[in-house]
């Protein structure tokens, strides 16, 4: 039954004739405070959700402030992981909610972070062992989100930290591994081969074009990535609704970066 539930919930952050996905994490408020973009929440994701998005992920304290009660439905992500800017171990990050509270908050999946090559790794993946046991319990599908970041990490974008990055979550249990995106269609088609479960790009920081963002996502789905998970760069855009909409046309229909770019006009 377990194994139903999972497949049912799965098919609510993922889009179940494509297989790939548009994830817009809106969980930035604990780390940096009320950034632009998220401070109305229910604005925030009216505006993802008319444009197609997927899912959202959000913070067990949001989910209400966040909830619409009209307009097209999407996918709810609990995160369950936290940390600060303000702290001296902003890496650090400490399970803040569990599985089983995100069920009764109505999440249709949960997610997780885990900083790799710092000295809070071995918390961070044993948390990742317990979250995933529970969600594997719960029938609850789990996205983790890898990112190679600390004193031993000399360049976090390396193909060869973010492969290792996504074979960790594979070989954890997650059934969705979010990583950030290294450059090229040819690198990070090394990442994907190296990972059994879909991986699904980071938006990184806020970037400078609507081209550059699209060219990123393009180049990961030819890589054969299974969409994308990006924040700042979709809440943040003058057009949110449009935004999402021309990343979907690539994600989902295979669209070219300039085709998606008249979707933005």
């Known amino acids: ?18 297989g790939k996905t548009v994830i817009v994490p809106m969980d930035h408020g604990i780390s940096v405070g009320p950034i632009a973009g998220l401070t109305d929440m229910k604005t925030a994701i009216q505006q993802v959700s008319e444009g197609g998005a997927n899912a959202i992920v959000e913070h067990k304290g949001l989910v209400s402030a966040g909830h619409r009660r009209r307009g097209r ?16 171990y902003p890496n ?3 399970l803040v909610c569990s599985v089983e509270e995100a069920i009764k908050l109505g999440a249709d999946a949960v997610s997780i972070h885990v900083n790799l090559g710092n000295g809070q790794e071995r918390e961070m993946l044993r948390d990742f062992g317990q979250v995933s046991y529970e969600a594997r319990t719960w029938g609850m599908p789990l996205l983790a989100m890898i990112y190679p970041r600390g004193e031993k990490i000399r360049d976090e974008y390396d193909v060869a930290v973010i492969k290792h990055a996504a074979r960790v979550g594979n070989e954890m249990g997650a059934d969705i591994v979010k990583v950030s995106y290294t450059g090229s269609p040819e690198s990070f088609r090394k990442v994907v081969e190296g990972c059994s479960v879909p991986v699904v790009i980071a938006g990184g920081p806020k970037m400078d074009s609507d081209r550059e963002i699209l060219e990123m996502v393009k180049g990961s789905i030819d890589a054969g990535g299974a969409g994308v998970s990006i924040g700042r760069n979709v809440f943040q855009h003058p057009a949110p609704a449009r935004m999402v909409q021309a990343i979907s046309t690539i994600v989902h229909d295979g669209s070219s970066v300039d085709a998606a770019l008249k979707v933005l006009g």
């Open 1 to 18: 039954m377990t194994i139903l539930g999972k497949q049912i919930r799965m098919e609510r952050i993922i889009n179940r004739n494509t």
């Open 92 to 94: 650090a990050k400490t």
């Open 73 to 88: 439905d999407i996918g709810l992500i609990i995160h369950l992981s936290a940390s600060t800017s303000l702290s001296v």
